[in-house]
């Protein structure tokens, strides 16, 4: 059996996954990381991208949208995520809808600096990863 390690997904308004993995596959600040059993221990900033479980014993993933917040790495690993969804839970049609408004948004204001401009950035990233994670662009292995 492959080496595993206890992964928790904590969101501020629920415990959203726990259990064995063995490997977990994240989108940091820096782009895409994998983590397993054993990995040095870290601490790293999330952007809104996939994140991707794969369990004990498994070779399939299961694939949540996230949105910010931290993972923590040592003899288990705690994410600590703003938002998480499960691909099977968005709502692609709401996600589209708000992806063209934010887009419009920026296009009418591209030329200010202001804080609700990074805040739509922000939004359009989390709209655009929620749309590729529904869509089933899950790691394979």
């Not at 993995?21 to 952007?47: N, P, Q, Y």
């Not at 991208?49 to 993933?61: D, L, N, R, S, V």
């Not at 931290?70 to 709502?91: G, L, N, Q, R």
């Not at 920026?106 to 990233?125: F, G, R």
């Amino acid at each position: 059996m492959a080496n595993t390690v206890k992964l928790h997904v904590i969101t501020p308004s629920k415990l959203f996954y726990e259990g064995d993995i063995e490997l977990v596959i994240v989108r940091t600040i820096t782009g895409e990381e994998g983590f397993m059993a054993h990995h040095s221990w870290v601490c790293k900033l999330l952007d809104a991208g996939e994140m991707c479980i794969q369990e004990a014993g498994t070779k399939e993933f299961k694939a949540a949208a996230v949105s910010g917040g931290f993972i923590d790495v040592k003899d288990e690993i705690v994410i600590y995520a703003d938002t998480a969804e499960w691909s099977f839970d968005i709502d692609v049609e709401r996600a589209d809808r708000i992806q063209h408004e934010v887009e419009k948004w920026l296009s009418e204001h591209k030329n200010e600096d202001t804080p609700e401009l990074a805040e739509q950035k922000s939004v359009l990233a989390k709209e655009k990863a929620r749309i590729k994670v529904a869509a089933g662009s899950v790691h394979k292995r």
